[in-house]
């Protein structure tokens, strides 16, 4: 008997034939006991994002209630076909509701990122609460986990850093207490709770690191995350023909994987079971039988082309004015005034007297205010609706054929690894 840990994505419970799926799935490991690590429900936390946002506007007029009834609905729905108590379940999210208005009620809505975790964290305690309570009543012996209670961090909403020495022994504790009389602990990921009462996020699709933390304290010989797909892969199957499987990946490429925009995993979730050499096994929920993809210290012995497109991509051509050189004073107040508004970078070149960086998009407003925080001494160049094309391993009559009829605006080729900002033809898809 082993203690393992999976995770599911919103996907793999999108509806109740998606979660008695789950159900056979944890039920084909016999008597091992597991820890259930699962996300929101299929674009549920798009539509808390518009919640909040919403609940921000209404400047508190308009109770949290009245904005969730439509989530409500679609979990009862769900719950319905799944045969469980849904009234038990409703008042259930009542409550999770009403903690949250509690906490709302004390924070200025000025506090977006604050605001937006005790709003969006609903999708998970909804999601779980339901998986669990369906579990129970078709006889498994299961329990549920509030994962605010065992992952702490700090208050960076939103983007939270996980305290590690705090977590772990809360984790092993909790954990062995709930396992001496449960075989399945469904808990949640992305959320975690702060040294207060507020509710914090790891960053969006931040469940695979939480079920990373989970195998880390646990010093689990395995973690397995279910997906949509076979395991890695060498493209994005939705916008690609011809991807291969790849039956092994090292955990330095799959960080380099995750760090150049590979969506398969969470960037975040390498380094923790890295550190114990904990294998991550990706593996298909559609057909659970299917090897998947094992990352570990061992990876293939020669990778095949990966490609990684990222849409919605921003090129920012930064200048000094009066020509004085790009140096580390310049560097340094771009790198803190980047990170004061949370913009991430793909791609970065420095010449003489200019900056060039590749950014996810942030929307004109958070743009111009970063820029006009970086001070009256530069000018910019804004290129945007931009793809950045990223190719490990990279073979030219590939490059050839990703960038035919695309204007290459930016490139930057290191050993192993080349990446292309283009301007994308009308055409987004490059399947046939």
Same mark, same amino acid.
């Given at each position: 008997m082993e203690n393992k840990v999976f995770k599911f994505g919103g996907a793999s419970i999108a509806d109740h034939k998606m979660i008695e799926n789950i159900r056979s799935i944890i039920e084909s490991y016999g008597e091992d006991k597991i820890v259930v690590v699962i996300s929101a429900m299929g674009k549920v936390t798009n539509a808390l994002e518009q919640v909040a946002q919403k609940y921000i506007d209404a400047d508190k007029e308009k109770p949290l209630l009245d904005l969730m009834q439509e989530t409500i609905d679609k979990h009862l729905q769900e719950a319905i076909a799944l045969g469980i108590n849904t009234e038990k379940l409703k008042l259930q999210y009542e409550s999770y509701i009403s903690?949250?208005? %509690? =906490?709302? +009620? =004390?924070?200025?809505?000025?506090?977006?990122?604050?605001?937006?975790?005790?709003?969006v964290s609903l999708g998970e305690l909804f999601s779980t609460t339901m998986v669990e309570m369906y579990l129970s009543e078709s006889g498994l012996n299961s329990t549920w986990l509030d994962v605010r209670g065992i992952i702490k961090s700090d208050g960076n909403y939103k983007d939270a850093t996980v305290d590690y020495a705090t977590s772990v022994p809360h984790i092993r504790t909790k954990i062995s207490e709930l396992f001496s009389d449960s075989q399945y602990i469904i808990t949640q990921g992305f959320i975690s709770g702060s040294d207060t009462a507020y509710t914090t996020t790891l960053g969006r699709e931040g469940s695979d690191y939480t079920a990373a933390i989970f195998a880390y304290a646990l010093d689990a010989e395995e973690l397995t995350i279910w997906k949509d797909v076979p395991g890695i892969l060498t493209a994005d199957p939705r916008r690609f023909e011809n991807v291969e499987l790849l039956s092994k990946l090292s955990y330095k490429e799959a960080i380099e994987m995750t760090y150049y925009g590979a969506t398969v995993i969470h960037p975040k979730t390498i380094r923790p079971i890295q550190n114990k050499s904990i294998k991550l096994h990706v593996r298909s929920y559609i057909n659970p039988s299917e090897d998947g993809t094992i990352i570990s210290d061992q990876g293939l012995p020669n990778y095949p082309p990966i490609v990684v497109?990222?849409?919605? *991509? =921003?090129?920012?051509?930064i200048t000094t004015k009066d020509f004085t050189f790009i140096a580390e004073n310049h560097l340094s107040l771009i790198f803190s005034t980047l990170d004061m508004h949370r913009i991430k970078m793909s791609v970065m070149r420095n010449t003489a007297i200019s900056f060039t960086l590749v950014i996810k998009n942030?929307?004109?407003?958070?743009?111009?205010? $970063?820029?006009?925080?970086?001070?009256? &001494? $530069?000018?910019? +160049?804004?290129? +945007? &609706?931009?793809?950045?094309?990223?190719? *490990?391993?990279?073979?030219?009559?590939?490059? +050839?054929?990703?960038? #035919? &009829? #695309?204007?290459?605006? $930016? %490139? %930057? *080729?290191m050993k192993s690894t080349i990446q292309l900002v283009v301007r994308p033809a009308l055409e987004l898809k490059e399947k046939k």
């Open positions: 903690d949250s208005q %509690e =906490l709302l +009620d =004390l924070i200025d809505n000025t506090h977006q990122a604050m605001v937006y975790d005790q709003i497109v990222q849409d919605n *991509r =921003l090129l920012l051509h942030p929307g004109k407003p958070q743009l111009q205010k $970063f820029m006009s925080d970086l001070g009256d &001494n $530069f000018s910019f +160049d804004v290129y +945007d &609706n931009l793809q950045l094309i990223t190719i *490990r391993y990279a073979q030219q009559p590939l490059i +050839d054929s990703l960038t #035919k &009829n #695309k204007v290459i605006l $930016f %490139e %930057e *080729r």
